[in-house]
Antibody, heavy 122, light 107 residues
Framework: EVQLVESGGGLVQPGRSLRVSCVTS????????MHWVRQPPGKGLEWVSS????????DYADSVKGRFTISRDNAKTSLYLQMNSLRPEDTALYYC???????????????WGQGTLVTVSS | DIQMTQSPSSLSASVGDRVTVTCRAS??????LNWYQQKPGEAPELLIC???SLQSGVPSRFNGSGSGTDFTLTISSLQPEDFATYYC?????????FGQGTKVEIK
């Protein structure tokens, strides 16, 4: 059974940093791209970032480019999102998603975690 | 960036109704269009990938169609468990975008 468990969310002040993590199991982590998708309270889904199977390709939404960094540790079957210079508009539930393919292009999320809530407020 | 526009943003329907949700891309995305269902308090779930391929376990009353810029999700006979929010998502390239969602409510 595929499992994705996010952690690391919490309350953080604007301008500060936070790292969220996603520990996975139940599939060959090193074979698939991984993705972060967020959802502000009461709003829709927003794609945040993707990383290819070997970490060689990383993509970001314009709204987070230059502030967020996605990474993965295939030995630990884990995905990370380092978030710097956080803004109130970054407040959201952050979902970790397993991609269906080694890269993001032509792909989709076929398994989702339950999310970790990041709140940016003073 | 490719913009995805869903319509309507919400609809009210009764059990047994036929429901149609549309998704329009700002450029040709061929068939790289996926649909997700999200129920309140839950993570999204994949319904349909590559425009029309139903995910394993998804009831056959769900149907996806379209190509290029215009896509449709149809529920042939709405069931109580189908009341949820539906999102389209394009993956023509590695910079994904989601539609804003369509909330299907009980009439």
């Amino acid at each position: 059974e595929v499992q994705l468990v996010e952690s690391g969310g919490g309350l953080v002040q604007p301008g500060r940093s936070l790292r969220v993590s996603c520990v996975t199991s139940g599939f060959s982590f090193e074979d698939y791209a991984m993705h972060w998708v967020r959802q502000p309270p009461g709003k829709g889904l927003e794609w945040v970032s993707s990383i290819s199977w070997n970490g060689g390709n990383m993509d970001y939404a314009d709204s987070v480019k230059g502030r967020f960094t996605i990474s993965r540790d295939n030995a630990k079957t884990s995905l990370y999102l380092q978030m710097n210079s956080l803004r109130p508009e970054d407040t959201a539930l952050y979902y970790c998603g397993k991609g269906a393919k080694p890269h993001g292009s032509g792909s989709y999320v076929d398994n989702w975690g339950q999310g970790t809530l990041v709140t940016v407020s003073s | 960036d490719i913009q995805m526009t869903q319509s309507p943003s919400s609809l009210s329907a009764s059990v047994g109704d036929r429901v149609t949700v549309t998704c329009r891309a700002s450029q040709n995305i061929f068939n790289y269009l996926n649909w997700y269902q999200q129920k309140p308090g839950e993570a999204p779930e994949l319904l349909i990938c590559a425009t029309s391929s139903l995910q394993s376990g998804v009831p056959s009353r769900f149907n996806g169609s379209g190509s290029g810029t215009d896509f449709t999700l149809t529920i042939s006979s709405l069931q109580p468990e189908d009341f949820a929010t539906y999102y389209c998502q394009q993956s023509y390239n590695s910079l994904w975008t989601f539609g804003q969602g369509t909330k299907v409510e009980i009439k």
